[in-house]
């Protein structure tokens, strides 16, 4: 695929930020174009090795994480149709995988670049910024259309949470020719892709795009309908031939530490939402929600962590630091984490980036354990945290005597992830739950344990990526489209 020798001739060249100095004064995308320059990815796209064995679209699951892509996107065929300027047949071989190019190329971690084969010798092929090139260019042409089937069903399909998972399903039983509605609880469609990461790193604009096209291919969105309040398991089960759950995991790991209930004690989500909806509506948020002139403290080393940073920086906080319980992950690959499982190392990320500019120190500390949240003067709001450094030993991290301090904290965010789906869900369906509180639903069919009613994406996995939202909403569509056939 591409040219022979494009991996050497090439140097491994990303689509740059803008710079930090002027992306922290808005909401806006942090990347420097949506269209790079097509001659730079082309040389790009050369670098895609005729490797014979692409472990970049094989999504298996290697020391418990994913290798290659979950959606098996086919690397290789879209990178050489890119290379000699095919970019209409790039966006045929896109499109008959992911659904949604443009959501997995701003917010993947990219597994399929941890799987590259160029990654052996040298620096892994450019995959997510090429796949944002094509579906950009591929919008600009109009080569995206809305997806509407020849021919309808006289079958309805339910879709319950409009996420990754949730749109991903309807769309695939939408081009089946089902009658598909989606219910989802908030105002605006689109689940953790509209308020649960920011406008700079996925502009909402992006997300109407698609949603857009959705409705006009047919799918009927119900916002503000959350089921088993506006609308009940019962009345689905009756109106609809089909019902699948994808409703994410979103109950958020809490912090069972002293002074959890002072007030200024936030989860990452509540935050976040709040922030985008202030953006949106083009209002301030909230003064308990903003982070204005104060020491922000995040608690979760991840993702989320990262977007909450950026959050805070935007909105002029007084300082920020982000804990993480565990160690530093090392520079490089280690003997444990060989290619091509996913590569567990240090990385900068966007927020960080800002928050090392803007205060001139790494924000991150590792092994250190929340012990206490402090109260202010008033007795009632948070006002500093008090930390130990911690040592992992064989069952777990222990304290190291002698280190505890306290830092100021005026605004506490947890982003510790998610422990599963919520309790209302089970009490309205009465379907059977998993050991780890997600939704008991089949590998294969991804039927639950009541006939007739499929779960998929966080709901069913527990909290994964957004590609795995999407291939698990693919995984349940035919599954209810057999279903429904041998019905």
């Known amino acids: 695929m591409g040219k022979p020798t494009g991996?050497?001739?090439y140097e491994r060249?990303?689509?740059?930020?803008?710079p930090v100095e002027e992306r922290i004064q808005d909401w806006q995308e942090i990347k420097t174009s949506s269209l790079p320059h097509k001659e730079a990815l082309q040389q790009q796209a050369a670098r895609c090795m005729d490797c014979s064995i692409p472990f970049c679209h094989s999504g298996i699951m290697l020391n418990n994480m994913v290798s290659g892509c979950p959606l098996h996107n086919l690397m290789p065929e879209f990178n050489d149709c890119i290379y000699r300027g095919l970019d209409e047949f790039a966006y045929a071989r896109l499109n008959k995988t992911n659904n949604f190019p443009?959501?997995?190329?701003?917010?993947?971690?990219?597994?399929c670049e941890g799987a590259c084969c160029a990654g052996v010798v040298t620096a892994p092929v450019t995959i997510r910024n090429i796949e944002q090139y094509i579906i950009e260019n591929a919008f600009a042409k109009g080569y995206v259309k809305p997806n509407i089937p020849a021919k309808r069903l006289d079958k309805k399909v339910a879709v319950i949470g409009s996420g990754p998972a949730g749109l991903a399903c309807a769309d695939q039983l939408n081009k089946k020719g089902y009658n598909v509605t989606v219910f989802e609880r908030d105002n605006k469609p689109g689940g953790l892709l509209m308020?649960?990461?920011p406008n700079m790193k996925l502009d909402k604009k992006v997300l109407a795009r698609r949603i857009q096209l959705l409705e006009e291919a047919g799918i009927v969105f119900k916002c503000n309908c959350e089921v088993g309040h506006k609308i009940s398991s019962e009345t689905l089960r009756k109106e609809y031939d089909a019902i699948v759950v994808c409703t994410g995991s979103p109950v958020a790991r809490d912090l069972p530490v002293a002074?959890?209930?002072?007030?200024?004690?936030?989860?990452?989500?509540e935050y976040l939402t709040a922030a985008t909806k202030a953006f949106l509506n083009n209002k301030e948020v909230i003064a308990s929600l903003n982070a204005k002139d104060k020491d922000v403290v995040i608690i979760g080393g991840g993702d989320t962590g990262n977007d909450c940073m950026a959050t805070a920086i935007r909105q002029g906080c007084k300082s920020v630091m982000q804990l993480e319980i565990n160690p530093c992950l090392p520079r490089t690959r280690t003997e444990k984490n060989p290619w091509p499982e996913f590569p567990r190392v240090f990385k900068t990320d966007y927020g960080q980036e800002e928050?090392?500019?803007?205060?001139?120190?790494?924000?991150?500390?590792?092994c250190v354990t929340s012990k206490e949240l402090l109260a202010d003067a008033t007795g009632k709001h948070v006002g500093?945290?008090?930390?130990?450094?911690?040592?992992?030993k064989g069952h777990g991290p222990e304290d190291i005597p002698g280190t505890e301090r306290v830092v100021p904290a005026q605004l506490?965010?947890?982003?510790?992830?998610?422990?599963?789906?919520?309790?209302?869900?089970?009490?309205?369906?009465?379907?059977n739950a998993t050991a780890r509180n997600n939704i008991d639903a089949d590998d294969k069919t991804y039927m639950t344990s009541i006939p007739g009613v499929f779960a998929a994406g966080d709901a069913r996995r527990g909290q994964s990526l957004v590609v795995w939202g999407i291939a698990e909403g693919r995984g349940a569509a035919a599954a209810v489209h057999k279903y429904l056939n041998n019905k």
């Open 384 to 392: 500093a945290l008090r930390l130990c450094q911690n040592e992992w």
């Open 195 to 197: 308020y649960g990461i």
């Open 259 to 269: 002074g959890r209930n002072l007030e200024g004690v936030y989860f990452a989500k």
């Open 102 to 111: 443009e959501f997995t190329s701003h917010v993947c971690p990219a597994p």
């Open 13 to 18: 060249k990303e689509l740059t930020l803008r």
């Open 412 to 431: 506490v965010i947890l982003a510790m992830g998610f422990v599963g789906t919520e309790k209302s869900l089970f009490e309205e369906f009465k379907f």
């Open 355 to 366: 928050a090392l500019e803007v205060f001139k120190a790494d924000p991150r500390e590792f």
């Open 7 to 9: 991996f050497m001739d």
